[in-house]
């Protein structure tokens, strides 16, 4: 049995660490920007007040909350579906962004697969997802998992991330650790030079 946190801490977490992501990420003043299950739109419309010349897009497997991103961004587009199918030409995003979201995803593989084809030359890939450091830690929460009923869940450390990437193209960058408990880190990837 998991216990879900009650939703005035989830909503608390989710926009500080929304916050935390944003102050890190490094927003094109051009281009495309691509949210991976964006939910109800919420850091697309932050990255839109800043920079409202941006082509924004978002995907969720949702359609509820792709109902709410789309009231909440207007100006933006978002698709109903699974990441490891984008709807993009090759090298045609300049940012891409994943918040607390790839533990859940069965494909991961694929979705890197598809985050580098998609990916322009100079562009950046952020994920911000719990990331244990030990062996011990990332056990505790594969077991534990999440309060979403409808994800799969499956944490994976730095090393194991590294790994997933390197096969695909990609490298991480630059890592900043934005909470403790859990530990929840922010990676910027980039294509592999």
């Known amino acids: 049995m998991r216990i879900a946190p009650p939703q005035a801490l989830k909503s608390y977490l989710q926009k500080r660490r929304h916050h935390a992501l944003l102050n890190l990420v490094r927003i094109p003043s051009s281009g495309t920007v691509l949210d991976l299950s964006c939910g109800k739109g919420e850091i697309l419309h932050k990255i839109g007040v800043t920079q409202p010349s941006l082509k924004l897009s978002g995907i969720d497997i949702d359609a509820g909350v792709i109902e709410q991103a789309k009231v909440l961004n207007p100006n933006a587009t978002f698709s109903v579906g699974d990441a490891s199918k984008l709807p993009f030409e090759s090298k045609a995003v300049n940012l891409v962004i ?21 990916l322009t030359e ?21 077991f534990w998992g999440c309060s979403e009923a409808y994800h799969f869940e499956r944490y994976y450390r730095r090393s194991d991330l590294e790994v997933l990437l390197e096969k695909r193209g ?15 880190c922010v990676y910027r990837i980039s294509l592999a030079q």
């Open 98 to 118: 994943s918040s607390m979201s790839v533990h859940h995803y069965r494909n991961l593989e694929t979705i890197f697969s598809e985050v580098a084809r998609i």
């Open 122 to 142: 100079d562009g950046s890939f952020y994920v911000m997802d719990v990331a244990p450091r030990y062996r011990l830690t990332l056990r505790f929460w594969n």
């Open 170 to 184: 990609l490298s991480i960058k630059e890592e900043t650790r934005i909470d403790r408990f859990p530990r929840i």
